[in-house]
């Protein structure tokens, strides 16, 4: 085997061993893993142990089998799986409700925490979301959107934070598409909540998301 594995039962090995893949990011979420033959190859193994460990992972919510497409990564750990599965039977409220408890907690720490390094990286940001709309660019509004409020989340340098509310960041992608209309908007870029965050403001940065979380549910007709 190219791929040493111990010896204990062969489809676990093999199954810890794309794990391992998955984790260390050598195997990107979304992306498709190698073909069967390329694994079969790497790992010494028939095509039934490889096919055993892979049922593994997509039983747990790791991987995702899709017809004429192949074989994709759906989470990147066993943990990741199980509350993506979760999310996907909550409803829309529901998720706002911990997005807007998820954002106004990374808001109040990116005001204590966040660096200049931080602050220059969301600006730039919110330079292209601005300029998204300006050329009404959707999809690439959304992009830097989501990349935004990731990069306000690592600005409250909390990694456990940080790792739940990625773990949202689909549903929110979705939310945006179904809550953005282009057209002059002062939340667009959130400059505002950005300012806050930049003068350390952390009463204004909480309202700024009470405010932009409320407009969202508006447009959504999500009840209170």
């Not at 794990?19 to 050598?26: C, E, F, N, R, V």
């Not at 919510?61 to 017809?67: A, D, H, S, Y």
């Not at 999809?139 to 409250?156: N, Q, Y």
């Amino acid at each position: 085997m190219s791929a040493q594995l111990d010896r204990k039962p062969l489809a676990e090995q093999v199954y810890d061993a794309l794990l391992k893949k998955i984790t260390s990011g050598a195997w990107p979420l979304h992306s498709k893993i190698p073909s069967e033959k390329s694994l079969m190859e790497e790992f010494g193994i028939s095509r039934n142990t490889l096919r055993e460990a892979i049922r593994a992972l997509v039983h747990v919510g790791i991987l995702e089998v899709r017809q004429g497409v192949g074989t994709i990564v759906l989470a990147n750990d066993e943990w990741s799986a199980s509350l993506q599965r979760r999310i996907a039977k909550s409803s829309l409220g529901e998720i706002f409700e911990v997005r807007h408890a998820l954002e106004t907690e990374i808001a109040i720490l990116a005001c204590k925490r966040r660096t200049n390094e931080d602050l220059e990286s969301c600006l730039n940001l919110s330079k292209q979301c601005i300029a998204a709309v300006e050329s009404q660019d959707m999809a690439k509004f959304v992009k830097s959107d989501i990349a935004l409020h990731e990069s306000i989340a690592k600005a409250s340098h909390n990694r456990l934070l940080v790792d739940l509310y990625q773990r949202l960041l689909e549903e929110i992608e979705l939310s945006i598409y179904s809550t953005t209309v282009f057209e002059t908007h002062y939340t667009y870029g959130h400059t505002a909540l950005l300012q806050a965050i930049k003068e350390r403001d952390t009463e204004r940065a909480k309202q700024e998301v009470d405010l932009y979380i409320a407009a969202y549910k508006q447009k959504l007709k999500l009840e209170e």
